[in-house]
């Protein structure tokens, strides 16, 4: 069975960092390309970022370009995402979401999404 | 980046009815859409991809159609269980969206 199991969310101040993690499992993870996806509290679904399985190719959504990074470690099955100078705009859950093999973002499988709180 | 517009935002239906759900795309997106379901306090549900192709498990009384700009779900005979928020999603740029969602509930 397929799992995905997100960590690290929780109450910061503007302009702080935070590093949420997910770790796989049920799958052979390094065959995979992972996505970060998020929402906010009552809102709809914003993809955040891609890696694809190899980590040799990201993408960023503008929102968040030159503030978050994404990350891989295939041998931990890990996926991370490091958040810096955060905004009260990025408050929301965050979704690792695992590509479902037909383009590197459709997403099938997901995890149960981490809360960043981000306010004074 | 791409903008998807659903509608409508919110509809209530009759267990039993045909619904229809409808995707537009600001540009043309080929055949690269996606809808999922959501429940509240829960992860989506992928439902739908390449428009048209019904994922693995789930239940034939969903169906996609449509291409380029225009896109539609329809669900054949509503059930109790599909009470829940659908979302559209273009995937034929390297920077995905989504729409805003469409509320179903069931009367």
């Known amino acids: 069975e397929v799992q995905l199991v997100e960590s690290g969310g929780g109450l910061v101040q503007p302009g702080e960092s935070l590093k949420l993690s997910c770790v796989a499992s049920?799958?052979?993870?390094?065959?995979?390309?992972m996505n970060w996806v998020r929402q906010a509290p009552g809102k709809g679904l914003e993809w955040v970022s891609y890696?694809?399985?190899?980590?040799?190719?990201?993408y960023y959504a503008d929102s968040v370009e030159g503030r978050f990074t994404i990350s891989r470690d295939n041998a931990k099955n890990s996926l991370y995402l490091q958040m810096n100078s955060l905004r009260a705009e990025d408050t929301a859950v965050y979704y690792c979401?695992?590509?479902?093999?037909?383009?590197?973002?459709?997403?099938?499988?997901w995890g149960q999404g981490t809360l960043v709180t981000v306010s004074s | 980046d791409i903008q998807m517009t659903q509608s409508p935002s919110t509809l209530s239906a009759s267990v039993g009815d045909r619904v229809t759900i409808t995707c537009r795309a600001s540009?043309?997106?080929?055949?690269?859409l996606a809808w999922y379901q959501q429940k509240p306090g829960k992860a989506p549900n992928l439902l739908i991809y390449?428009?048209?192709s019904l994922e693995s498990g789930v239940p034939s009384r969903f169906s996609g159609s449509g291409s380029g700009t225009e896109f539609t779900l329809t669900i054949s005979s509503l059930q109790p269980d599909d009470s829940a928020t659908y979302y559209c999603q273009q995937y034929d740029t390297t920077s995905p969206t989504f729409g805003r969602g469409t509320k179903v509930e069931i009367k």
């Open positions: 540009q043309s997106i080929r055949r690269w």
């Open positions: 890696i694809s399985s190899g980590s040799s190719t990201i």
């Open positions: 049920g799958f052979p993870f390094s065959s995979y390309s």
């Open positions: 979401a695992r590509d479902g093999g037909y383009s590197g973002y459709v997403y099938n499988s």
């Open positions: 390449e428009s048209s």
